[in-house]
């Protein structure tokens, strides 16, 4: 599909297209199995696959119906668009349609074409090539949700009686309130979970660690004590964060804002940074805390071992 756009892209039509490839297995006893010729951008949370629209990654408690009420929309908007313009062009004429057809591709093309990217989504590359085509990217949830009340897609969504502008606000409103209340569960669970389950443990670790100097001491051998004061260290670093995101729970009195817009904002700026810095010192006391004390699965055991 990318060869066929830009194809189109160079000299106004395509004329070919790649025929699929054969995939070696390296088994004799096989035939030959042909390759899909298909794009597949796996790293891409929402692919284009040929004739439809992949959403990969969608949350439990999540639904597409949203999205795709909003794609539809865009695709009857296009659709809308392109009709005109070969009506336009054609004048009812059957036999200017194909040219009128050509020319209208190639100008899509050009003037949409920096959306088509087959490369790797996650890479640094790709961000500063889609700054470089002019591409918005937007990492914040809560600064995404704005540009749902653009007056652009207010116009669309009232052009086609999909909704009304105040059913957009609503909706807008909404988003706004769930990313406040998910972040509030994530808030909640990572300092109980962190102030009752780790810090814990990595206490334990920690009073293992000053016995077995104190024992060395008492035998005049000498401990090295470089452990034992990282882990400290890190049990102090995990406090002051769990002090930091307390305060920003619920009821705690940091976290009054009732403005649906402006609670999202807090949230995200202030929030998620706090959870954010209580997994990095957890993160660093699981490099130093001897497995046998850590009472949860690591990184590694998730990642490696089955």
């Known amino acids: 599909l990318a060869d066929v756009f830009e194809q189109i892209k160079k000299s106004g039509s395509a004329t070919s297209s790649k025929q699929p490839s054969v995939m070696t297995v390296g088994v004799d006893t096989l035939p030959p199995l042909p390759k899909d010729a298909g794009d597949r951008n796996r790293t891409s949370p929402f692919a284009f696959t040929g004739n439809k629209f992949e959403f990969r990654a969608v949350g439990s408690s999540q639904s597409l119906s949203g999205p795709l009420v909003a794609l539809n929309t865009i695709m009857t908007e296009a ?9 336009k062009a054609t004048g009812g004429d059957p036999s200017k349609l194909a040219p009128a057809v050509q020319s209208l591709l190639k100008k899509i093309v050009d003037a949409h074409g920096a959306v088509i990217f087959n490369g790797d989504g996650y890479s640094e ?21 704005a540009f749902i009340t653009e007056p652009s897609v207010i116009s669309m969504f009232e052009k086609y009686n999909v909704l009304t502008a105040r ?11 769930q990313y406040v209340l998910t972040l509030n569960v994530e808030a909640n669970l990572t300092y109980e979970v962190a102030k009752t389950i780790i810090y814990p443990a990595a206490v334990r670790y920690q ?20 452990v034992l ?11 002051a964060k769990l002090d930091a ?11 009054g804002v009732a403005e649906p817009k402006a609670a999202a904002m807090h949230t995200a700026h202030h929030v998620k940074p ?5 997994r990095a010192a ?25």
């Open 167 to 177: 059913e957009v606000q609503s909706r807008e409103s909404i988003y706004y309130e």
């Open 274 to 278: 706090a959870i954010n810095a209580v």
């Open 79 to 87: 659709l809308d668009e392109i009709a005109t313009e070969l009506e």
């Open 282 to 306: 957890v993160d660093a006391l699981e490099g130093v805390v001897a497995d046998d004390f850590w009472p949860l699965p690591t990184y590694q055991e998730m990642l490696f071992i089955k």
């Open 207 to 226: 009073s293992e660690l000053a016995a077995a100097a104190a024992n060395c001491k008492a035998a005049g051998v000498q401990f090295e004590s470089a």
């Open 245 to 255: 995101l307390e305060g920003l729970l619920p009821g705690s009195g940091g976290h």
């Open 125 to 145: 590359e790709w961000h500063k090539e889609a700054e470089k085509r002019g591409l918005p990217n937007i990492p914040q949830t809560v600064d995404a949700l």
């Open 229 to 239: 004061v990282k882990v400290t260290g890190l049990i102090a670093e995990l406090l």
